[in-house]
């Protein structure tokens, strides 16, 4: 069986609160987009992987989607067969798009579907959400208005059909650690519910993403990054989650063929 796991962003991010078990509470939309992933899942006689550069970063047994395999055959009494897990990543990992959980998310809807099993999209959000706290958005990845550490989901009308969105990978990972680092919780300044409703012509100061100020510091090429996509057309343009991804939203198609002779960046128009 082969899926392609779905990349997300972030429109706005509040980060609210900091809790006692040292999670942050935060306020943001999840709006999925078309960067993905291959993910294969096959019958096999024992357990097999190839994750093909992932395998350099971490031992396939901290893989997410091992993971999620290791987490799902637990619960349902070891009586998962072994499979051959297949993986090759465009979705960068440290640039906030949860590749990682989507993945995760993706193999336990595949090994759902692939045993027949009697578990119900919530079952599966309550078990991806021990992967990670975004985790359940991608079990039905529809635009989502997320609270607490965002796993507390609720649908949102948000339509960008007919809106040009495109995508900017810096060669950059931003560490989710040092990104927290920089916050200073607070109450929002603006529901994001009621803000998002409004024209995107008027989000540049009222749809923002907390982490910017810190990871911009950290990294200030990432700031000079977001101001060309203004500068070049942009109507509203942002970070996405915790970084190092930028994207930026226009009415009309824009020309950012330069911006990978001025800094080491990919681009996508999704």
Not at 1 to 18: D, Y
Not at 140 to 155: R, V
């Amino acid at each position: 069986m082969l899926r392609f796991p779905q990349a997300k962003i972030n429109i706005g991010l509040n980060v609210v609160n900091k809790r006692s078990d040292g999670y942050h509470d935060l306020e943001t939309v999840f709006h999925a987009i078309p960067l993905c992933d291959a993910l294969e899942i096959i019958e096999s006689e024992e357990m097999r992987t190839d994750f093909g550069h992932c395998d350099r970063l971490c031992p396939p047994r901290d893989n997410l989607v091992w993971r999620a395999y290791d987490l799902l055959n637990n619960h349902v009494g070891g009586t998962l067969p072994p499979v051959e897990i297949i993986l090759r990543k465009q979705i960068p990992s440290g640039a906030g798009l949860g590749g990682g959980s989507s993945d995760a998310s993706t193999a336990l809807l595949m090994l759902r579907e692939m045993y027949n099993l009697p578990l119900s999209d919530d079952e599966l959000r309550a078990l991806s959400k021990q992967l990670g706290a975004d985790c359940p958005f991608f079990i039905a990845p529809s635009p989502h208005f997320a609270e607490g550490i965002g796993d507390i989901l609720s649908p949102i009308d948000l339509d960008l059909s007919g809106i040009h969105l495109h995508l900017v990978l810096p060669d950059i990972h931003v560490s989710t650690k040092d990104a927290y680092a920089g916050i200073k919780p607070q109450p929002a300044r603006y529901d994001l519910r009621t803000v998002l409703q409004a024209p995107i012509e008027t989000w540049k100061d009222t749809v923002t993403n907390d982490f910017e100020a810190g990871v911009f510091g950290l990294h200030p090429i990432l700031g000079e990054i977001k101001q060309e996509l203004y500068a070049r057309g942009a109507v509203y343009a942002s970070m996405s989650g915790s970084g190092s991804a930028l994207y930026c939203l226009s009415r009309e198609a824009l020309d950012l063929s330069e911006l990978s002779k001025m800094y080491t960046v990919r681009h996508f128009i999704l």
